[in-house]
């Protein structure tokens, strides 16, 4: 008989001790996003925008595609709470669809057209916001109609 008390009792323990163990955070906390992106005053057509913790916060980078000028990233997928980088692209447009491989071929070696991104909003990127906890943050980027030639390749 008391060989059994303590197999249940051993049980009972592994039991609890799985299910606390799966009651743990599912990560870092984050926020909703949402905003426009202007260049010169102007809606970015298409681009993608992204935003990565900034030192001492940790987590993962997210992103949203920006379309006509407006982007929005839900809590779920949201940026981590606290001081982040903000880095902006716009899509790379060539007047067709970038999956075109006939297009590409008759295209030849014809420069890439220049980026209306400014490289201090995107690869370099020194922009930043604090996302606040527990609201729908609101982050406009205007970007000056400054255009910079930018490798994609």
Do not use: W
């Not at 249940?8 to 984050?30: D, E, I, K």
Request: aromatic share 6%.
């Amino acid at each position: 008989m008391t060989m059994n008390k303590n197999f249940l009792y051993s049980g009972s323990l592994l039991l609890l001790g799985a299910f606390l163990a799966g009651c743990g955070s599912s990560g870092p906390a984050r926020s909703a996003v949402e905003g426009a992106v202007t260049v010169g005053g102007q809606p970015l057509p298409a681009g993608r925008i992204i935003f990565t913790p900034l030192a001492p916060n940790k987590g993962p980078a997210t992103s949203a595609r920006i379309t006509a000028g407006r982007y929005q990233i839900a809590k779920s997928d949201g940026p981590v709470i606290g001081k982040n980088r903000v880095d902006v692209e716009a899509d790379l447009n060539l007047g067709f669809p970038l999956d075109d491989e006939e297009a590409f071929t008759r295209r030849g070696a014809a420069p890439i057209p220049p980026s209306p991104i400014p490289p201090n909003y995107s690869a370099t990127a020194q922009l930043s916001v604090e996302i606040q906890p527990g609201e729908i943050n609101k982050y406009d980027v205007p970007i000056p109609a400054t255009a910079h030639t930018v490798s994609y390749r």
